[in-house]
C-alpha cells in the first residue's frame, strides 16, 4: 500500500518501529538497508521487533492526539453516546465527537487509525515470516504466536472501523473490507471481503492459540498469552454473532492459566484506585507506561483523567451519560466514579467542577501523565458469555455469568430473572457502565446495529452536534484516508460511500 509506509530500524541494542509517509509502495527494508530477512536472523532481534510492536500500543505518532491505542480508545467512545464532554478546555477529539473526522478523507484521524494497524500488520508479518528461521534461544512459538495475534487484532480493528458491519444473517459478508496484508509487498492490495478478512483473522487467531498455549509464562501483562488470544477471539465470534465460539472462548479466557495466576475480579476498593495499574488482580493484558517513558500531553491520562492539570481536563472534566449514570444502583462500586453534583472530587489547580465528572481514571503522580491502559479485563469476558448465552437463548446461563461479574461491583445486586430481549437489554446496560471509558462504545453499538442517541442527557451542543445516527447509516464507517487512495491503484475506486 502507497504512502502508508513502514520501515524497521535497527541499532546495537534495540530494535524499534518507524514509520513514514513516502510517495512509494510499502517499503519493506530496514533504514539501514538490510533487507528483512536478514533483520530476523536471531530471536533476539525478532523479540525486541515483538517488545516495539507492545511498545507502539502508547506511544506518540504525529499529532498530540495520537497515542497509540489509548487514545484510539478515546475517540471510539467520543464517537459514542456514554462519553461526555463538559466544556471547550483544548478542543482535542472534538471533531471526532461531531462525527466530522472519521469522515473526511484527509483529516488526520483516518490517516492515523488506518496507519497505526497495518503499521503493526506490517511489522508483525516481519516476525512472522522469518522468525521459522532465525538462530538463538528465545522462543520462537511465544514469538510467533503473539505476532499472529496482533496481525489478527490489527485486521480485525480495521474491517469493525472502515467496513460495513458483520452480519451473521448476511453470510457471505461480500461487502468490501479491508486489504489483508500477510506479506509486505511492494506492490499495492485491493480490499477484500468482510468475510475474508474475518476467515483470515480467525485463522491467525487459531495459530496463536496452538503456538501460545504451550508457552510455559508470559514475562508481564502487557504481552499476549494464550489467554489473551483467546479473549481477541471471543470478541470476534461476539462481532460475528457467533454465540457458542464468543461464550467458549470467553470462558477459557478468564480461566486455565498455566504458571499465572487466573485474573480474579477487582475488589470494591481497588476499583477505585484510578485504573492505571496493569497488576490489577483482574486485568489480562495492558499497556505498562513507566515512569520514566513521561507521556506529556499525548497521553490516554493527559484527556481523561481527573487528577492530572492539562488544559484539556482543567476546562473539559470528561463525563458520563446522566442517564446511564442514573440507571446505577446507589449500592453499587462503579456509582462512585462519577461525581453527579460536583462536589465530591477536588479537581486540579484552576479546574472545572461539572457534574458527573469522571474520576474511574486518575494518575498515580499528578506529577506526570503516564498511566497504564487496559486493553482487556477479565469482566468483559464475563460479559461476553452473558452476552453470548442470552442471545441464543440460553437465559438461565447468561444470567449466571452477568450475576458472578455484577454481584461484585454491588453486593446488593439480585440475580436477573428477565428473559429474551429484557436479559439482553440487562447485560447491554451492565456492559456500558462497566466498559466506559476503554473505547468499546462505537464499536458495540455498530456491531449491534442500533442507532446513536444522545438525546436528553448532559451532552453539550458545542460537541455534540449530532444527537442520532441511524443504524446503517453510511456514517457508521470510517473513509479510507485519500493519500491511500491516491497512491495504491489497488484501492482506487474502492472508496467508502461518502454520503
Do not use: C
Given at each position: 500500500m502507497k504512502r502508508i509506509y513502514y520501515k524497521i530500524a535497527i541499532s546495537f541494542t534495540v530494535l524499534i518501529m518507524l514509520g513514514a509517509c513516502k510517495k512509494d509502495y510499502l517499503n519493506t527494508y530496514p533504514t539501514n538497508g538490510v533487507a528483512q530477512a536478514s533483520a530476523f536472523t536471531t530471536t533476539s532481534n525478532a523479540l525486541m521487533a515483538l517488545n516495539g510492536i507492545h511498545r507502539s500500543l502508547y506511544t506518540q505518532y504525529s499529532n498530540q492526539d495520537e497515542g497509540g491505542q489509548s487514545t484510539i480508545a478515546i475517540d471510539l467512545d467520543c464517537l459514542g453516546e456514554?462519553?461526555?464532554?463538559?466544556?471547550?478546555?483544548?478542543?482535542?477529539?472534538?471533531?471526532?465527537?461531531q462525527w466530522t473526522s472519521h469522515r473526511n478523507v484527509n483529516s488526520s484521524l483516518v490517516y492515523y487509525v488506518y496507519r497505526f494497524y497495518y503499521k503493526i500488520?506490517?511489522?508483525?508479518?516481519?516476525?512472522?515470516?522469518?522468525?521459522?528461521?532465525?538462530?538463538g534461544t528465545d522462543d520462537k512459538k511465544n514469538i510467533k504466536g503473539q505476532a499472529l495475534a496482533y496481525r489478527a487484532w490489527a485486521h480485525f480493528n480495521l474491517v469493525q472501523l472502515f467496513a460495513k458491519r458483520y452480519s451473521a444473517a448476511g453470510k457471505p459478508n461480500t461487502q468490501m473490507g479491508v486489504p489483508i496484508m500477510l506479506t509486505n509487498v511492494t506492490t499495492g492490495i485491493g480490499r477484500s471481503s468482510v468475510e475474508d478478512v474475518y476467515t483470515q483473522i480467525n485463522a491467525d487467531l487459531d495459530a496463536s492459540i496452538g503456538l501460545?498455549?504451550?508457552?510455559?509464562?508470559?514475562?508481564?501483562?502487557?504481552?499476549?498469552?494464550?489467554?489473551?488470544?483467546?479473549?481477541?477471539?471471543?470478541?470476534?465470534?461476539?462481532?460475528?454473532q457467533d454465540w457458542a465460539n464468543a461464550s467458549k472462548y470467553a470462558i477459557l479466557a478468564r480461566s486455565g492459566y498455566v504458571n499465572e495466576t487466573a485474573p480474579v475480579l477487582m475488589t470494591a476498593a481497588d476499583y477505585q484506585k484510578g485504573f492505571n495499574d496493569y497488576k490489577n488482580s483482574e486485568w489480562m493484558w495492558g499497556s505498562h507506561v513507566q515512569a520514566d517513558q513521561t507521556q506529556y500531553f499525548y497521553s490516554f491520562f493527559a484527556y481523561i483523567s481527573e487528577n492530572y492539570g492539562s488544559s484539556d481536563i482543567k476546562g473539559n472534566p470528561k463525563a458520563i451519560n446522566s442517564l446511564l449514570y442514573n440507571t446505577i444502583s446507589a449500592t453499587d462500586v462503579r456509582n462512585k466514579l462519577w461525581d453527579p453534583t460536583a462536589t465530591l472530587y477536588t479537581p486540579p489547580a484552576s479546574g472545572s467542577r461539572m457534574p458527573y465528572m469522571n474520576i474511574k481514571f486518575l494518575v498515580p503522580d499528578i506529577t506526570l501523565s503516564c498511566g497504564d491502559f487496559p486493553l482487556m479485563r477479565a469482566s468483559e469476558m464475563y460479559l461476553i458469555e452473558a452476552e453470548a448465552k442470552a442471545?441464543?437463548?440460553?437465559?438461565?446461563?447468561?444470567?449466571?455469568?452477568?450475576?458472578?461479574?455484577?454481584?461484585?461491583?454491588?453486593?446488593?445486586?439480585?440475580?436477573?430473572?428477565?428473559?429474551?430481549?429484557?436479559?439482553?437489554?440487562?447485560?447491554?446496560?451492565?456492559?456500558?457502565?462497566?466498559?466506559?471509558?476503554?473505547?468499546?462504545?462505537?464499536?458495540?453499538?455498530?456491531?449491534?446495529?442500533?442507532?446513536?442517541?444522545?438525546?436528553?442527557?448532559?451532552?453539550?451542543?458545542?460537541?455534540?452536534?449530532?444527537?442520532?445516527?441511524?443504524?446503517?447509516?453510511?456514517?457508521?464507517?470510517?473513509?479510507?484516508?485519500?493519500?491511500?487512495?491516491?497512491?495504491?491503484?489497488?484501492?482506487?475506486?474502492?472508496?467508502?460511500?461518502l454520503q
Open positions: 456514554d462519553y461526555v464532554f463538559t466544556g471547550l478546555g483544548s478542543s482535542w477529539f472534538k471533531a471526532t465527537s500488520i506490517a511489522n508483525a508479518n516481519m516476525i512472522i515470516n522469518n522468525i521459522d528461521g532465525a538462530t501460545l498455549g504451550s508457552v510455559a509464562k508470559r514475562s508481564n501483562r502487557s504481552q499476549i498469552s494464550v489467554n489473551v488470544a483467546q479473549g481477541i477471539k471471543a470478541r470476534v465470534a461476539l462481532t460475528q442471545q441464543s437463548g440460553d437465559n438461565a446461563g447468561a444470567a449466571t455469568a452477568l450475576y458472578t461479574m455484577a454481584v461484585v461491583r454491588d453486593p446488593s445486586y439480585v440475580k436477573s430473572v428477565k428473559t429474551g430481549q429484557a436479559l439482553i437489554d440487562e447485560i447491554l446496560l451492565q456492559r456500558r457502565v462497566e466498559l466506559w471509558g476503554e473505547g468499546f462504545r462505537f464499536l458495540d453499538l455498530k456491531r449491534l446495529n442500533v442507532a446513536l442517541n444522545r438525546n436528553g442527557a448532559n451532552h453539550i451542543s458545542t460537541y455534540a452536534v449530532i444527537y442520532d445516527v441511524a443504524p446503517g447509516d453510511v456514517k457508521w464507517q470510517f473513509l479510507i484516508p485519500q493519500t491511500e487512495i491516491n497512491a495504491n491503484p489497488a484501492i482506487a475506486g474502492q472508496q467508502n460511500p
